[in-house]
């Protein structure tokens, strides 16, 4: 869809002309087709093409027939989909799933599955009700369901017991799909880091050195639309990426506030996604990605011009993230000036706890609430890196009452993509000697360029203090041996930090660790001092990495669990929001909720709206729609 109204010249079905079959059942309106606006059929419908690297080698069904047997001879086969290119191969086939790893360079994080049907799916994993439901919605996301990526070929999901599954959503993968009688690995066709390809001709440029084959069609495809993830949580859907079938998503405002001014809100600069609220409605953009890359960022651009025109929007005020370098923050405040209007900056872990509220329909005037929000990395007013917060306030205001107590950051970024920078800058915040650490931990800094760093965190240089929880669990992953020298997608450590701590079986309860809590300058901090301790003392004794998991996400639990009672002695607290990325650990957040419930709190936590980044653009279009409120 280019334009509304919904017509077929508004729309890229307009090359295709009806034929007179199709004409006759658009104007019958006894036909079900009547007025179906993308009505076609083989003759006067997209047409389908095999083509290798070199020529056209079929059409139509049997183009189709050709593909299922290429994929099972074990061939990578783009398929043009409805948002853009994907790569199938096939899911069982260890040879090909490896060479579309190496080719694609993407060595560790899950590739998702397209299966037939419920009925195939079943024979490889345990289908809940909920997840049935969800998997075979309209929307028709991928979603995330426990099964074990040996069924298959280990290389689906080296370390994961999670897998992604989605069901054929468009006729073209129905047809493919029927010639085959297994899973095939389902994965977005791009170059590494960059935006899914749409068009034919950028498809045969960026994917020539990664498919063997591609199957185009010629249907235009105006809208790069990246496929949705979601989950089931609670027995209710919970979601990790809104894409196709859900975004633009678009919901009523005035249940949480009322008589609120058109903002455009830009979000943040991983996982990008922005909002426009336009009075009555707060509209979301799909998941547009890492901002940092120029084509994702031209995207950005085109996506806002579509939507405001879409949904005939003028913004009042912008909202961007108080980080100066954000590229959707330049990108607000550069939008401002030009049109005169005023531009507010939110605290990036303010915005979490604000679509955190807004995601639960929390109403603007009621109490505050407290937002626990563990989380990455976000730029604080103090000019700190803020990510494991205690955040007392509603959509218009916060106050920070506790946090993670800060450790160096020894290179900044590159401490986020080398967890190992973070164990040893633990391990020398707390004075451990290195030449008395257990053996596991000495050969996991080995050959590191542990001198630069130890002048790095002396002289302050490139080390900004941060109360992260994200880097906090990199830290733990690290001294377990569980990617330590580099991660090579966002989150991967903390990810399979949390298997580690699921995969725990043993009968009996593991005990926590001890976090304690202590006060400096006015906050209550998460202090890490013995717990550090506590797990050197566990790998000394060779426990397993499943049994120090899972004592970790206990123990972490336990502490959040103790400071949000202490702040309640203070002050009135009834609901606790368990927000930011982190928080997509659905283990730390059972467990969080379960204590939490147990001291007598009510918790809000992410059903409708992913807990990551994707969300902040919400939480800034609330943050500021409430405080112009008043103005
Ligand atoms: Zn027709
Ligand atoms: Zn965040």
């Given at each position: 869809?280019?334009?509304?109204?919904?017509?077929?010249?508004?729309?890229?079905?307009?090359?295709?002309?009806?034929?007179?079959?199709?004409?006759?059942?658009?104007?019958?309106?006894?036909?079900?087709?009547?007025?179906?606006?993308?009505?076609?059929?083989?003759?006067?419908?997209?047409?389908?093409?095999?083509?290798?690297k070199?020529?056209?080698?079929?059409?139509?069904?049997?183009?189709?027939?050709?593909?299922?047997?290429?994929?099972?001879?074990?061939?990578i086969?783009a398929?043009?989909?409805?948002?853009?290119?994907?790569?199938?191969?096939?899911?069982?086939?260890?040879?090909?799933?490896?060479?579309?790893?190496q080719r694609k360079s993407?060595?560790?994080?899950?590739?998702?599955?397209?299966?037939?049907?419920?009925?195939?799916?079943?024979?490889?994993?345990?289908?809940?009700?909920?997840?049935?439901?969800?998997?075979?919605?309209?929307?028709?996301?991928?979603?995330?369901?426990?099964?074990?990526?040996?069924?298959?070929?280990?290389?689906?999901?080296?370390?994961?017991?999670?897998?992604?599954?989605?069901?054929?959503?468009?006729?073209?993968?129905?047809?493919?799909?029927?010639?085959?009688?297994?899973?095939?690995?389902?994965?977005?066709?791009?170059l590494s880091?960059?935006?899914?390809?749409?068009?034919?001709?950028?498809?045969r440029g960026d994917l020539s050195e990664i498919t063997d084959?591609?199957?185009?069609?010629?249907?235009?495809?105006?809208?790069?639309?990246?496929?949705?993830?979601?989950?089931?949580?609670?027995?209710?859907?919970?979601?990790?990426?809104?894409?196709?079938?859900?975004?633009?998503?678009?919901?009523?405002?005035?249940?949480?506030?009322?008589?609120?001014?058109?903002?455009?809100?830009?979000?943040?600069?991983?996982?990008?996604?922005?909002?426009?609220?336009?009075?009555?409605?707060?509209?979301?953009?799909?998941?547009?990605?890492?901002?940092?890359?120029?084509?994702?960022?031209?995207?950005?651009?085109?996506?806002?011009?579509?939507?405001?025109?879409?949904?005939?929007?003028?913004?009042?005020?912008?909202?961007?993230?108080?980080?100066?370098?954000?590229?959707?923050?330049?990108?607000?405040?550069?939008?401002?000036?030009?049109?005169?209007?005023?531009?507010?900056?939110?605290?990036?872990?303010?915005?979490?706890?604000?679509?955190?509220?807004?995601?639960?329909?929390?109403?603007?005037?009621?109490?505050?609430?407290?937002?626990?929000?563990?989380?990455?990395?976000?730029?604080?007013?103090?000019?700190?890196?803020?990510?494991?917060?205690?955040?007392?306030?509603?959509?218009?205001?916060?106050?920070?009452?506790?946090?993670?107590?800060?450790?160096?950051?020894?290179?900044?970024?590159?401490?986020?993509?080398?967890?190992?920078?973070?164990?040893?800058?633990?391990?020398?915040?707390?004075?451990?000697?290195?030449?008395?650490?257990?053996?596991?931990?000495?050969?996991?800094?080995?050959?590191?360029?542990?001198?630069?760093?130890?002048?790095?965190?002396?002289?302050?240089?490139?080390?900004?203090?941060?109360?992260?929880?994200?880097?906090?669990?990199?830290?733990?992953?690290?001294?377990?041996?569980?990617?330590?020298?580099?991660?090579?997608?966002?989150?991967?450590?903390?990810?399979?930090?949390?298997?580690?701590?699921?995969?725990?079986?043993?009968?009996?309860?593991?005990?926590?660790?001890?976090?304690?809590?202590?006060?400096?300058?006015?906050?209550?901090?998460?202090?890490?001092?013995?717990?550090?301790?506590?797990?050197?003392?566990?790998?000394?004794?060779?426990?397993?990495?499943?049994?120090?998991?899972?004592?970790?996400?206990?123990?972490?639990?336990?502490?959040?669990?103790?400071?949000?009672?202490?702040?309640?002695?203070?002050?009135?607290?009834?609901?606790?929001?368990?927000?930011?990325?982190?928080?997509?650990?659905?283990?730390?957040?059972?467990?969080?909720?379960?204590?939490?419930?147990?001291?007598?709190?009510?918790?809000?936590?992410?059903?409708?709206?992913?807990?990551?980044?994707?969300?902040?653009?919400?939480?800034?279009?609330?943050?500021?729609?409430?405080?112009?409120?008043?103005?």
């Amino acid at each position: 869809v280019e334009r509304l109204p919904y017509d077929r010249p508004n729309t890229t079905m307009r090359e295709f002309p009806l034929c007179q079959m199709c004409h006759e059942e658009y104007e019958n309106p006894n036909n079900r087709r009547f007025h179906a606006q993308p009505n076609a059929c083989e003759a006067c419908g997209p047409n389908v093409w095999l083509e290798s690297k070199n020529n056209t080698l079929s059409e139509g069904h049997d183009a189709i027939a050709e593909t299922a047997e290429l994929i099972r001879n074990g061939k990578i086969v783009a398929i043009r989909g409805v948002g853009g290119y994907q790569l199938l191969c096939d899911a069982r086939n260890n040879a090909v799933v490896t060479s579309l790893r190496q080719r694609k360079s993407r060595p560790a994080k899950a590739f998702a599955l397209m299966v037939r049907d419920i009925a195939q799916l079943k024979t490889y994993a345990d289908v809940s009700s909920t997840e049935e439901k969800v998997l075979s919605s309209p929307q028709a996301p991928i979603v995330l369901i426990k099964c074990s990526s040996s069924k298959f070929t280990k290389a689906i999901a080296p370390n994961l017991n999670r897998l992604g599954f989605v069901l054929p959503y468009s006729p073209l993968h129905i047809l493919l799909m029927n010639e085959l009688d297994f899973p095939v690995v389902f994965t977005s066709g791009n170059l590494s880091n960059n935006p899914q390809c749409t068009a034919v001709k950028e498809a045969r440029g960026d994917l020539s050195e990664i498919t063997d084959y591609y199957l185009h069609h010629n249907r235009d495809i105006t809208n790069r639309v990246d496929d949705s993830v979601l989950t089931v949580f609670e027995d209710k859907p919970m979601a990790f990426r809104l894409g196709r079938g859900y975004a633009p998503i678009s919901n009523r405002i005035d249940k949480v506030m009322t008589n609120t001014k058109a903002i455009l809100a830009c979000g943040s600069q991983v996982k990008n996604t922005f909002s426009l609220i336009d009075g009555e409605r707060l509209i979301t953009s799909q998941h547009i990605g890492d901002l940092t890359n120029q084509r994702i960022n031209d995207d950005f651009e085109t996506q806002l011009a579509l939507q405001k025109q879409l949904f005939a929007i003028k913004p009042d005020y912008v909202a961007v993230d108080l980080h100066p370098d954000y590229q959707a923050s330049i990108f607000g405040r550069e939008y401002a000036k030009q049109h005169n209007i005023e531009c507010y900056d939110v605290q990036h872990h303010h915005a979490h706890l604000a679509a955190c509220l807004y995601d639960n329909g929390y109403p603007a005037d009621a109490d505050n609430v407290l937002g626990v929000v563990m989380d990455g990395t976000g730029y604080g007013p103090d000019e700190t890196i803020w990510g494991g917060e205690f955040l007392y306030g509603s959509y218009a205001q916060f106050k920070r009452l506790g946090r993670i107590s800060p450790v160096a950051m020894p290179g900044s970024a590159q401490a986020i993509l080398q967890p190992w920078r973070m164990l040893y800058s633990y391990l020398q915040h707390h004075q451990f000697k290195l030449s008395e650490l257990p053996a596991q931990l000495q050969q996991v800094l080995k050959e590191k360029p542990l001198e630069t760093i130890d002048k790095m965190l002396e002289n302050n240089i490139n080390s900004p203090l941060t109360s992260s929880c994200g880097r906090l669990f990199d830290a733990v992953a690290a001294a377990l041996g569980i990617c330590s020298d580099s991660i090579s997608y966002e989150g991967q450590a903390a990810i399979e930090l949390q298997q580690a701590a699921e995969n725990y079986t043993s009968s009996c309860k593991p005990s926590g660790y001890h976090l304690n809590i202590k006060e400096t300058d006015g906050y209550l901090e998460i202090d890490t001092s013995v717990f550090w301790t506590e797990v050197i003392a566990d790998i000394n004794i060779n426990l397993t990495i499943e049994d120090i998991s899972a004592k970790f996400h206990i123990g972490f639990a336990q502490v959040v669990t103790n400071l949000v009672v202490r702040l309640a002695e203070d002050r009135c607290i009834e609901h606790v929001a368990l927000c930011g990325g982190v928080f997509q650990n659905q283990y730390l957040l059972s467990v969080c909720m379960t204590l939490l419930t147990n001291a007598g709190f009510k918790c809000l936590y992410h059903n409708n709206l992913p807990a990551n980044d994707a969300c902040i653009s919400i939480g800034q279009a609330c943050v500021v729609a409430s405080q112009s409120l008043g103005a």
